[in-house]
């Protein structure tokens, strides 16, 4: 017998690549990890500034010249905050300055302050402090993301607009908050203004009509394959093809989508229930081959138990078998799932990719999703976009996180052991 | 011994694909007795068993013939529902395979299928009825609520029997049903077997030549897809007509 302390060669061979193989293991762990801090850590580090916003005080006069106390509805709000714009700072004179002044707050202060007026009718007639959203430029600097150094001819605002926002500073006319309306608001132009809601809504929306219409159909036909086709060519052929459409490209579905859905049922451009059709043509070989491999998973001794007790092939399938099957069904449809909601280039065949800035409220209406929303402002040249795509990343992933937190909690509820 | 026959199996050939695996079997089963399929193994002693209700349907490359009456109505005419016939023959498995549900459940599954049982409180006598028929209502009835699975595999073997006789079938079959349990186990679902009988009769396949003579009255010898001897127990064991019927027995062939 040879000795058990010392090693012979042959055996510290083993031991030698036995190690190896797990360290490479751990190796490959670690860079993956890398990559996902790097690229998670970047993301939050960019998109973070989206989350906050500047808001500017001005000092609007409501006297009877500016608002009819009898019909304010009718005032000029837009001359009124400019007035109260050249009144804070009279030293602009030219039109030039002028129009940098008018820059400083956000293109919507007009209807800020209408909404001002409605919601305080009693201030009609005063001098009213009021806040305006700063533009997307001025929150740029008071997150510190300009380089107040550079040369002027380099920076989006020029010495006579910081002097002028570093007034505004001075005077403690100048709050920085949480971006409620980046939750709020609708797609726009100005960077300061855009929100996510149109986009979550619209993937929400779309994720919905695709669910509904790929989960059933995925299922049924799942267990019909598994459970109760016979075995032959056709079945053979069948399988295959699931699994070939799995690995088409997805825009080859946004092309069908745009010929048959589009132009010829003529289905509603650019709306959630094609987008839904579209992207369910994607998820239904996702759903359908996670379902059979959890079908098939059930051990068979739980079939012939429930058809040796007499029950029907439909019963025992529905029963017993689709029962310890569902947590395996579920996961694969969260995953077909995650992966329509990331898809973007079969939207982009339906016309999903337009400029929408109202909250879609139903399927039919126009509407955007939110990889093509992140698609839209990274291509937007504003600086201030370039934190609207990482925050509205960000969102995206939220939403996966959270499909994918519904889905580990569905399999708890539902697994059980056989 | 036709007379009391329940189950009379006519020149019964059984094929998967190409493959004979059964030749011309012609078997009598006799009412309320324990009737024991003995052979080596890939006999076909088990593919007969599965025959009598109908589960090698389940196998799409099977293909049986000849004829299998059950009270003189042949289970394979066209017209037979399945569903039917399993509810009168019954089946507990090699491996013990309750539902991953309640003890309840498992044995409630078939009589509510079935519309066995017009209440509630008719439920849970036919429950306690069964588990006290399969020995195991002493062991359980604290617990009904509690899954199957948790149960020890001799428990659980109980359970299957108890869930098969819940819909008062006319035969249960038994394809070796102690094969996965220990010696105590096993003795004690042989005793239940004898018990079953009065009510039941029983076919049962087993490895264990002890076992069938323990447990049947009569006993069938199966060897490479034929029945080779069938008759009492007795007789075969102490004086078995055909050799191989002899080898198998002393253990030289199996």
């Known amino acids: 017998m040879t000795d058990l302390i010392t090693p012979s060669a042959q055996l510290k061979r083993r031991n030698a690549s036995e190690s190896r193989f797990q360290w490479y293991g751990r190796g490959a762990i670690f860079v993956s990890l890398a990559f996902l801090v790097v690229m998670v850590g970047s993301i939050i580090y960019k998109g973070s500034g989206a989350f906050t916003t500047t808001d500017v005080a001005l000092v609007i006069d409501l006297g009877p010249e500016a608002v009819d106390p009898a019909a304010p509805t009718d005032a000029r709000v837009e001359k009124i905050v400019k007035d109260a714009l050249k009144a804070r700072f009279p030293e602009a004179t030219k039109r030039a300055e002028r129009r940098m002044l008018y820059g400083l707050i956000s293109n919507d202060a007009g209807f800020e302050l209408e909404r001002f007026i409605a919601a305080n009718p009693a201030a009609i007639g005063t001098k009213a402090k009021v806040w305006f959203r700063a533009s997307d430029d001025f929150d740029i600097l008071m997150k510190g993301s300009m380089d107040r150094e550079a040369p002027e001819s380099e920076r989006r605002l020029s010495d006579l607009e910081i002097s002028w926002i570093d007034s505004l500073v001075a005077d403690n006319d100048v709050k920085r908050g949480f971006n409620w309306s980046f939750f709020t608001n609708g797609d726009s132009r100005e960077p300061e203004l855009a929100g996510i809601l149109s986009a979550l809504t619209g993937s929400a929306l779309t994720l919905l009509v695709c669910f509904c219409f790929s989960f059933p159909v995925a299922i049924m036909a799942a267990i019909y394959l598994e459970e109760f086709a016979p075995k032959n060519r056709l079945s053979d052929i069948i399988e295959v093809n699931i699994n070939n459409l799995a690995a088409v490209p997805s825009i080859v579905f946004g092309l069908l989508g745009l010929s048959v859905l589009l132009n010829t049922f003529g289905m509603p451009r650019s709306s959630p229930l094609v987008g839904g059709l579209v992207l369910s043509l994607m998820t239904l070989p996702t759903i359908i081959i996670a379902a059979r491999a959890s079908l098939r998973a059930v051990p068979p001794s739980i079939r012939e138990a429930a058809l040796g007790m007499g029950a029907s092939p439909v019963q025992a399938t529905f029963h017993h078998v689709a029962p310890l099957a569902l947590p395996g069904i579920l996961t694969g449809t969260i995953v077909g799932m995650a992966q329509a909601l990331g898809e973007t280039a079969p939207l982009l065949m339906i016309g999903m990719v337009a400029f929408i800035v109202d909250v879609p409220h139903s399927i039919l209406e126009p509407a955007t999703a939110l990889p093509v929303q992140i698609f839209l402002w990274a291509d937007a040249p504003e600086r201030a976009f370039l934190e609207k795509t990482s925050a509205a990343i960000i969102v995206l992933l939220l939403f996966l996180i959270t499909m994918n937190l519904l889905a580990i909690v569905l399999r708890r509820r539902f697994e059980k052991r056989f | ?254």
Request: glycine fraction near 6%.
């Open chain 2, 1 to 254: 011994m036709s007379k009391t026959a329940i189950i009379t199996a006519k020149d019964v050939d059984v094929f998967y694909g190409e493959k004979q695996a059964l030749n011309k079997i012609a078997l009598d089963i006799p009412e309320n007795k324990v009737t024991s399929l003995i052979g080596p193994s890939g006999c076909g002693k088990s593919t007969f068993l599965r025959c009598i209700n109908r589960m090698n349907d389940l196998v799409d490359i099977c293909r049986v013939e000849g004829s299998i009456q059950i009270k003189d109505q042949d289970i394979y005419a066209p017209e037979v529902d399945v569903v039917a016939l399993r509810a009168k023959v019954g089946m507990v498995f090699q491996k013990p395979n309750p539902f991953p549900k309640s003890i309840y459940e498992n044995v409630a599954y078939g009589p509510k299928i079935h519309g066995l049982a017009k209440s509630k409180t008719d439920m849970d006598e036919l429950v306690e009825w069964s588990l006290q028929k399969a020995g195991l209502w002493k062991e359980v009835k604290d617990r009904l609520d509690q899954p199957g699975t948790g149960l020890s595999g001799g428990q659980q073997q109980r359970l299957c029997i108890a869930r098969t006789i819940a819909v008062k079938p006319q035969v249960v079959l038994m394809d070796e049903p102690c094969s996965a349990l220990d010696p105590i186990a096993t003795a004690i679902i042989e005793e239940l077997i004898d018990e079953l009988r009065s009510n039941f009769t029983i076919v049962i396949v087993t490895h264990s030549m002890q076992q069938a003579a323990r447990v049947s009255q009569r006993t069938a010898f199966f060897h490479l897809g034929e029945l080779v001897e069938s008759g009492a127990t007795k007789s075969i064991f102490t004086s078995p007509e055909d050799e191989r019927t002899q080898n198998y027995i002393m253990g030289r062939i199996g």
